[in-house]
């Protein structure tokens, strides 16, 4: 069965700095998908970041970049230049096309920025 | 852009009460979800579809069932609602993969709360 782990329940960063969020999976596919959601409070889900398993080189858009481990299997997510509007819960999640079109999620990260 | 529509943001109903959370999308997306999101649970996904008419359990269906009549539309149905199923629902939608990297489009959510 595939298993999506986030471990960090909740974590803090001052506004302008980096923050990494940690996000393991299990399975035993090769050709998947791992993407980033990201969940304002009281707002709507959206995705942040999305990362191809066949790809080598890690995604980026703007602040946020990933680091992919596929031999590790793990996902990261760094926030750059940390702002207030990134407060969130983040949610890791694994796709393949042998899921039946099934979303796996972790269980989120509550992330905190401090002004 | 993806539109996903809750029919409610926040609702309360009594125990014992057959309750209908309807959820819209206006992207012709062949696959929808429903999920349930708890504090330190994730999301937990109740039940999909794939096509109209067409549905799959998730890891938690007891107690739900679903309607896909029509594509753009998935109803989610507590047949006897009880305490225990007062959560965050949210439904999803997604387009049907030729490699899975399609992102889940998610709606607003609904509050419900069973009295």
């Known amino acids: 069965a595939q298993t999506v782990t986030q471990s960090q329940p909740e974590m803090s960063v001052q506004e302008a700095e980096t923050v990494t969020l940690s996000c393991t999976y299990d399975?035993?596919?090769?050709?998947?998908?791992l993407f980033w959601y990201k969940q304002p409070p009281s707002r709507q889900m959206i995705l942040v970041i999305r990362?191809?398993?066949?790809?080598?080189q890690n995604a980026t858009e703007n602040r946020f970049s990933v680091n992919f481990q596929k031999a590790a299997k793990s996902f990261s997510l760094k926030i750059s230049d940390s702002q207030l509007g990134d407060a969130a819960m983040y949610f890791c999640a694994y796709r393949t096309h042998n899921t039946g079109n099934q979303f796996y999620f972790g269980t989120g990260t509550s992330l905190t920025v401090i002004p | 852009d993806v539109k996903v529509t809750q029919s409610s943001r926040y609702l309360v109903k009594r125990t014992g009460e057959k309750v209908f959370l309807e959820c819209v999308q206006d992207?012709?997306?062949?696959?929808m979800f429903w999920y349930r999101q708890d504090p330190g649970l994730g999301l937990r996904l109740i039940y999909f579809s794939y096509d109209v008419k067409m549905k799959e359990k998730g890891d938690i269906p007891e107690g739900y069932s679903v309607s896909r009549e029509k594509k753009e539309r998935f109803s989610l149905i507590l047949e006897s609602a009880s305490t225990n199923q007062t959560s965050m629902y949210l439904c999803a939608s997604s387009s049907y993969p030729r490699g899975a990297r399609q992102p889940q489009h998610f709606g607003d959510g609904t509050r419900l709360s069973i009295l």
């Open positions: 992207m012709d997306h062949e696959n």
């Open positions: 399975t035993s596919e090769s050709d998947y998908y």
């Open positions: 990362q191809e398993a066949y790809k080598q």
